[in-house]
């Protein structure tokens, strides 16, 4: 799978903006994909995630309520829309995939996937959030 990322920059707090992930390459329809986000001297955390197994979604905490995560299929982007940013928000981010056999469930995946449950990862893209 081939991630491609877009859209950061540099914005002020109670900003918003939105990062594109230009998806191609899934070996089944069967996949999940998200963004991670990694902070100087901190480790990678997953931010936000969608599964095709049964259309569901998951948000971190620290995001929930002002991240949403959504895609266009015709174009196959996945993107993340930031609102009411914080300094904390400051990270590389990351889009991550894993496709999985034709015909797996929801059962078989991570409940909360992790690093080592990634397949594919883009170059990333850095956000900085000033106050």
């Known amino acids: 799978v081939q991630l491609v990322e877009s859209g950061g920059g540099l914005v002020q707090a109670g900003g918003s903006l939105r990062l594109s992930c230009a998806a191609s390459?899934?070996?089944?329809?069967?996949?999940?994909i998200g963004w991670f986000r990694q902070a100087p001297r901190k480790e990678r955390e997953l931010v936000a995630f969608?599964?095709?197994?049964?259309?569901?979604?998951y948000y971190a905490d620290s995001v929930k309520g002002r991240f949403t995560i959504w895609g266009d299929n015709a174009k196959n982007i996945l993107y993340l829309e930031m609102n009411s940013l914080k300094p904390a928000d400051t990270a590389i981010y990351y889009c991550?995939?894993?496709?999985?056999?034709?015909?797996?469930?929801?059962?078989?995946?991570?409940?909360?996937?992790?690093?080592?449950?990634?397949?594919?990862w883009g170059r990333g893209t850095q956000v900085t959030v000033s106050s």
């Open positions: 969608f599964s095709t197994a049964d259309g569901s979604t």
């Open positions: 991550a995939a894993r496709d999985y056999p034709v015909g797996s469930t929801i059962s078989t995946m991570p409940n909360v996937p992790g690093p080592a449950d990634v397949a594919d």
């Open positions: 390459g899934f070996s089944s329809p069967v996949y999940t």
